[in-house]
């Protein structure tokens, strides 16, 4: 059984910093498409990050210079480092994990298949 494990989350001042990692279990290779996403009260949610296996990047552009997705070499854990950070990301931050990689991952319509209990990330002014 797949899971993925959110941790890193917590509260921080404008301008302050966090590192979310999500750690993927129970898959047999390494994962073709793996994401973060967030959703805010009251609001839709959205993808802030996306990996696909051939180390492509997609990063939304409201976090753009200031989120960084990153995986560790041979291991299915995901890395997202968050600097500058404002008070609208204030959010619960989601990792996913989709079973078709390559540019198939980047596509409007991807349909990630496996999602972690989320971390909060609050952002005070």
């Known amino acids: 059984q797949v899971r993925l494990v959110e941790s890193g989350g917590g509260s921080v001042q404008a301008g302050g910093s966090l590192t979310l990692s999500c750690i993927v279990s129970g898959y047999a290779s390494n994962i073709p498409c793996l994401a973060w996403f967030r959703q805010a009260p009251g609001k839709e949610r959205e993808s802030v990050l996306i990996i696909s296996n051939t180390g492509a990047k997609e990063t939304a552009d409201s976090v753009q210079g200031r989120l960084s997705i990153s995986q560790d070499g041979g291991s299915n854990t995901l890395n997202v480092e968050m600097i500058n950070l404002k008070p609208e990301d204030t959010a619960m931050y989601y990792c996913?994990?989709?079973?078709?990689?390559?540019?198939?991952?980047?596509?409007?319509?991807?349909?990630?298949?496996?999602w972690g209990q989320g971390t909060q990330v609050t952002v005070s002014s």
């Open positions: 996913a994990a989709g079973q078709i990689g390559g540019a198939y991952c980047f596509q409007p319509s991807y349909v990630f298949k496996y």
